[in-house]
């Protein structure tokens, strides 16, 4: 049996390490991704710091690259967005 709030817990942890496959390529441009939030609807709310912050590409860099991955390491979640 699995109760809700241990499911939430594992789910951040897998979305956390998912963050920490794509953040070397944050980096690399001065930029990084912070989790806020996993919703109880597996929305993941993050924020865009760094370069990463300000950059007309932010929503690119969010959809084709870190919400790809961490769909591709979490399945379970719907979409990430930047708050």
């Known amino acids: 049996m699995t109760y809700i709030g241990v499911e939430i817990m594992e789910i951040h942890d897998r979305v956390e390490a998912a963050l920490e496959k794509v953040r070397p390529g944050l980096m690399m441009d001065g930029g990084n ?4 939030e996993v919703t ?3 929305i993941v ?3 865009l710091v760094g370069a990463c912050g300000g950059c007309p590409m932010s929503q690119m ?3 084709m690259f870190i919400e790809k ?5 979490v399945p379970e979640i719907k979409s990430v967005e930047n708050i």
Do not use: G, H, I, M
């Open 69 to 73: 991955v961490v769909k591709e390491n």
């Open 61 to 63: 860099t969010l959809k």
């Open 40 to 42: 109880d609807d597996n």
């Open 45 to 47: 709310k993050v924020k």
């Open 33 to 36: 991704v912070e989790l806020v």
